[in-house]
């Protein structure tokens, strides 16, 4: 039996498009939901168990396989454990770079150069990193990046231009009468325009 299948124990309500915790172990404490699974962190443990929604169990064995191959690398969670329908991970504590605008935490130009530099391991490693974006990289409180939600590193996908486009953005933002702030629901409505008309993954 794998150490973490009794917190895997998890079932969900569907509601519309989305889904709900209905019942989990008393020693998890919900961290988010997303639109595959749903990360809880293990009570007195610096790790999370990511648990997918009912038919998504697919992108958890995908997953697993990504991280397998990125072990090693100091861009990414460790992966600990692996189940027909879970991860668990390391808890990266700090802040995405989505909470960094919205709080006002200035994004470094090293901090873009880190992201780069993943992504070109990543490649090496024979993968194509996809659906980069700022919910999705993490500034811990040392400084360091970390990038998460990895199950559209696969291979052989099509290759997005999201992260290439965020640069771009990133230019605008370094100057100096740039804001450095910005409303939560201001940068939804772009990303909700930008997958409109520009590309499909998240913002």
């Known amino acids: 039996m794998r150490n973490y299948d009794q917190y895997a124990d998890v079932t969900f309500d569907r509601v519309g498009d989305s889904f709900q915790v ?25 790790r999370v168990i990511k648990v997918f929604f009912p038919g998504y169990e697919q992108i958890a064995i995908e997953e697993a396989a990504i991280y397998e191959k990125l072990k090693g690398l100091p861009y990414f969670p460790t992966c600990y454990e692996a189940g027909d329908s879970y991860l668990v991970m390391d808890y ?50 040392n400084g360091q990046i970390f990038l998460i939600d990895l199950a559209r590193f696969r291979q052989g996908q099509q290759i997005d231009h999201q992260w290439e486009d965020l640069k771009r953005m990133y230019r605008l933002y370094r100057h100096g009468f740039i804001p450095k702030r910005y409303k939560a629901a201001f940068l939804n409505q772009i990303a909700s325009l930008y997958r409109k008309f520009v590309n499909d993954p998240d913002f």
């Open 92 to 141: 990266i504590e700090g802040k995405t770079l989505f909470e960094c605008l919205t709080e006002g935490i200035w994004i470094d130009s090293t901090y873009i150069s880190v992201v780069d530099e993943a992504l070109r391991q990543a490649r090496l490693l024979g993968l194509t990193p996809s659906d980069v974006h700022l919910r999705n990289i993490i500034l811990t409180p």
């Open 22 to 46: 209905k019942a989990m172990h008393p020693e998890l404490h919900l961290h988010g939901i997303g639109r595959s699974a749903a990360v809880f962190r293990l009570k007195e443990k610096d």
